[in-house]
């Protein structure tokens, strides 16, 4: 079966690129533009028709690459036109007239192209990420993974363990003095040392699944400090309603931000007080949630304010950054205790002070965070098979391996299961759907 798809955004466009995979490419490709010296690795100038009424379609370029040297592995072939609905949709009627050749699946492209071997799980996934990329730091991580950075680790880890699991199953196999004394000595170094290695890659603070996924950002604070104002200024809309009246937000509003290349969720909630209110005081109980389940606190406050409320204070820690509103009303923000905390001076209304905000937001995170080892897990899926690997060789590091060879080998062998699972050497069919159904189709 060969497969198409427009690989380009939909809408009118200057250039539409669209792409064939499979082993008539070739010669769909000679009927679609009546030549025969079609060449490859090369810019084809040409003419496309429609082979059931030989009227022309467009003219354009056709980019020719032989399997294997090509992105699928297969013969592929790349139709760039103009990028108009009306000769995409042609194009893509004619593509779907020809024998064996159907629309592909969302992320077939990249699907056929890790079944060929032409990159792992892990780098298809990136591919994934850096399609949806949509700030620096998703930019700068998916390339990391494209490139194999983690990948080549994953890899020599699992090369350590088979290795080790070679010299027990050899031990299992052979008669005592036929390996030398201290082979399980050195087996249980190699072990102890991979063990150190995922631990160090799972005790990252989810750091890649934040870049993945955005870091969540709470605003807390007194009614009417200005907290759906911020919100509003930083995601340049109205998401929330701002009014002079006191406890305006009840329910948590997020909305997704770039801040200078940070992905953010950046949540406002509702203003602390004391209230009797059973709506206002759910909303209340939602955002102090929010506020313990955030990478990083805003804590806003009126300057104008003699002092910062009670219930407030008791939700400050030394993470949180103190924002005092309204600096166009009062330049004295009231004194506090609170010294250890950046504090910054700001006004929503006259634009004040924002980018000192928003420059320290951004050093709090990148203190917090980016001190991170460099291979970072981007995926849920990923933690998943490291903590699995992890707790066989913990399972191995328990047992006597003189008495309980045998079982100790299966530990090992689980364990080293697991961690091939991350880039796609075993166990694969059952995660390859739910990995390229997020693609796009084209890709
Ligand atoms: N003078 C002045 N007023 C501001 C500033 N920022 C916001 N306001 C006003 O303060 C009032 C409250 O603003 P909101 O953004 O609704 O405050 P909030 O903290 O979300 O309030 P609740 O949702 O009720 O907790 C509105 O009338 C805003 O226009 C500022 O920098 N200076
Ligand atoms: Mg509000």
């Known amino acids: 079966?060969?497969?198409?798809?427009?690989?380009?955004?939909?809408?009118?466009?200057?250039?539409?690129?669209?792409?064939?995979?499979?082993?008539?490419?070739?010669?769909?490709?000679?009927?679609?533009?009546?030549?025969?010296?079609?060449?490859?690795?090369?810019?084809?100038?040409?003419?496309?028709?429609?082979?059931?009424?030989?009227?022309?379609?467009?003219?354009?370029?056709?980019?020719?690459?032989?399997?294997?040297?090509?992105?699928?592995?297969?013969?592929?072939?790349?139709?760039?036109?103009?990028?108009?609905?009306?000769?995409?949709?042609?194009?893509?009627?004619?593509?779907?007239?020809?024998?064996?050749?159907?629309l592909a699946e969302p992320g077939e492209f990249t699907k056929i192209a890790?079944?060929?071997?032409k990159m792992d799980l892990v780098e298809a996934e990136s591919i994934g990420d850096l399609i949806h990329a949509e700030t620096e730091l998703q930019r700068q991580?998916?390339?990391?993974?494209?490139?194999?950075?983690?990948?080549n680790h994953y890899n020599s880890l699992r090369e350590k363990l088979v290795k080790s699991l070679s010299y027990i199953e050899?031990?299992?196999?052979?008669?005592?003095?036929?390996?030398?004394?201290?082979?399980?000595?050195?087996v249980q170094a190699s072990i102890k040392h991979?063990?150190?290695?995922?631990?160090q890659i799972l005790e990252d603070q989810k750091i890649g699944e934040k870049i993945r996924d955005g870091f969540r950002i709470s605003i807390i604070g007194d009614v009417n400090a200005g907290k759906s104002s911020l919100l509003n200024l930083l995601s340049k809309r109205e998401a929330a309603i701002v009014s002079e009246q006191e406890g305006t937000t009840r329910d948590v509003i997020e909305t997704y931000l770039n801040i200078d290349g940070y992905p953010v969720i950046l949540a406002d909630t509702a203003g602390i007080r004391k209230v009797k209110n059973k709506v206002e005081k759910e909303g209340i109980k939602r955002?102090?949630?929010?506020?313990k389940d955030a990478d990083l606190t805003l804590v806003m406050v009126d300057a104008s304010k003699k002092t910062i409320n009670k219930d407030l204070k008791k939700l400050i820690n030394e993470d949180?950054?103190?924002?005092?509103?309204?600096?166009?009303?009062?330049?004295?923000?009231?004194?506090?205790?609170?010294?250890?905390?950046?504090?910054?001076?700001?006004?929503?209304?006259?634009?004040?002070?924002?980018?000192?905000?928003?420059?320290?937001?951004?050093?709090?995170?990148?203190k917090k965070f980016m001190k991170a080892n460099s291979i970072l897990v981007t995926r849920e899926r990923h933690r998943a098979k490291l903590n699995a690997a992890l707790k066989e060789i913990e399972k191995f590091l328990k047992k006597d391996q003189k008495k309980e060879i045998e079982t100790a080998a299966e530990d090992l062998r689980l364990a080293t299961r697991h961690l091939g699972g991350i880039v796609g050497k075993v166990d694969v069919e059952e995660i390859l759907g739910s990995i390229f159904q997020d693609f796009c189709i084209g890709k």
């Open 170 to 186: 050899a031990k299992i196999d052979f008669a005592e003095d036929d390996l030398p004394e201290n082979v399980l000595k050195e």
């Open 320 to 366: 949180c950054i103190l924002v005092f509103n309204k600096s166009d009303l009062s330049k004295k923000p009231p004194k506090n205790e609170f010294t250890k905390n950046n504090q910054i001076l700001i006004s929503v209304k006259k634009n004040k002070n924002i980018d000192s905000l928003i420059k320290t937001i951004k050093e709090k995170l990148s």
């Open 287 to 291: 955002a102090i949630k929010k506020a």
């Open 1 to 102: 079966m060969n497969i198409f798809a427009l690989s380009t955004g939909k809408g009118p466009s200057g250039i539409a690129i669209l792409r064939l995979s499979g082993k008539d490419s070739l010669q769909i490709s000679k009927l679609i533009t009546k030549k025969n010296d079609i060449k490859s690795k090369e810019v084809n100038l040409c003419k496309f028709y429609d082979p059931s009424n030989g009227k022309m379609i467009d003219e354009g370029l056709l980019l020719w690459s032989p399997g294997p040297n090509s992105y699928t592995g297969e013969d592929l072939a790349e139709f760039h036109t103009h990028g108009s609905n009306a000769v995409v949709s042609c194009f893509l009627r004619v593509l779907g007239e020809q024998e064996n050749c159907r």
């Open 194 to 199: 991979v063990h150190k290695n995922i631990k």
């Open 141 to 151: 991580q998916a390339i990391k993974l494209i490139q194999g950075n983690a990948s």
């Open 114 to 117: 890790f079944q060929n071997n």
